[in-house]
């Protein structure tokens, strides 16, 4: 055994530790994820999972984001095929950064709304 392993039950959704990510990511479904795009205003669609489930793997993987700047570049990247931010806008017109990752029931990372420039991710 391990000596070295640490189980944390209460994960600080900061931590940099993947083991806690995948605890706090456990108390999350799709029903969850539908209740919040609910009361958003989203009516969500196949193309809006697919988004929210890349959201959620990336967290999953890296953790918080410094910057919504990062995120938002990352996703317009993955979904240049489908038409990069217009898709993205066109699923979450809230901002696909700030609205994703709520639906996502992830942390919705800093500087999501910088409202000196107009922007929302």
């Given at each position: 055994m391990n000596k070295n392993i640490i189980i944390d039950n209460d994960p600080d959704t900061s931590s940099s530790r993947?083991?806690?990510?995948?605890?706090?990511?456990?108390?999350?479904?799709?029903?969850?994820?539908?209740?919040?795009a609910k009361d958003i205003g989203l009516a969500m669609t196949d193309e809006h999972w697919v988004v929210v489930d890349y959201l959620r793997a990336r967290y999953l993987e890296q953790g918080d984001s410094e910057r919504a700047r990062e995120v938002a570049e990352e996703l317009e990247t993955v979904f240049a095929e489908q038409g990069g931010s217009k898709f993205l806008r066109k699923l979450?017109?809230?901002?696909?950064?700030?609205?994703?990752?709520?639906?996502?029931?992830?942390?919705?990372p800093a500087y999501s709304q910088d409202m000196s420039f107009g922007t929302t991710y």
């Open positions: 993947k083991e806690d990510r995948e605890i706090q990511l456990q108390g999350w479904d799709q029903n969850k994820g539908l209740a919040v979450f017109p809230g901002g696909p950064v700030t609205q994703g990752s709520k639906v996502a029931g992830l942390p919705v």
